[in-house]
C-alpha cells in the first residue's frame, strides 16, 4: 500500500501564503488521479486541485488564480501552493492519491491512499 504524508499547514493571516506538501511512501507505477481536498468545520470535504498522470489540473472555483497544484514525480510528492489566502480558506486539508503500484511479485495493485490532514487556519 501507499501512504501519505502532509506537511505545511499552519496559522497565516489573511492575504498571506502557504505551501502544503504530501510525500508518498513509494513510487507510484501509475497516477490515476492525485489531488487536495479540505474541510471545513460543519462542512463536507471538497475537492479544491487535482492533477492527472499527465499533468493536467483542474481548480475549484474558490481556488482557481490562487492556488497551483504540481507534482515532483522524482520525489513522490504533491504540492500545493496558496497565495492570497482568505478566512474561508481555513479548514483541514488533505491529499489523496488513487493509482496502482506493483507487488515484490509484480502483481499489480490498485490502491486509494488519503493523507492525514493538515490544518489550514487564516485570520482575519
Known amino acids: 500500500q501507499v501512504q501519505l504524508v502532509e506537511s505545511g499547514g499552519g496559522l497565516v493571516q489573511a492575504g498571506g501564503s502557504l505551501t502544503l506538501s504530501c510525500a508518498a511512501s513509494r513510487s507510484i507505477s501509475r497516477i490515476d488521479a492525485n489531488g487536495w481536498y479540505r474541510q471545513a468545520q460543519g462542512k463536507e470535504r471538497e475537492l479544491v486541485a487535482s492533477i492527472t498522470g499527465g499533468g493536467s489540473t483542474k481548480y475549484a472555483e474558490s481556488a482557481k488564480g490562487r492556488f497551483t497544484i504540481s507534482r515532483d514525480n522524482r520525489k513522490n510528492t504533491l504540492f500545493l501552493q496558496m497565495n492570497s489566502l482568505k478566512p474561508e480558506d481555513t479548514a483541514v486539508y488533505y491529499c489523496?492519491?488513487?493509482?496502482?503500484?506493483?507487488?515484490?511479485?509484480?502483481?499489480?495493485?490498485?490502491?486509494?491512499?488519503w493523507g492525514q490532514g493538515t490544518q489550514v487556519t487564516v485570520s482575519s
Open positions: 489523496n492519491l488513487d493509482g496502482v503500484v506493483y507487488s515484490d511479485t509484480g502483481e499489480p495493485i490498485v490502491f486509494r491512499s
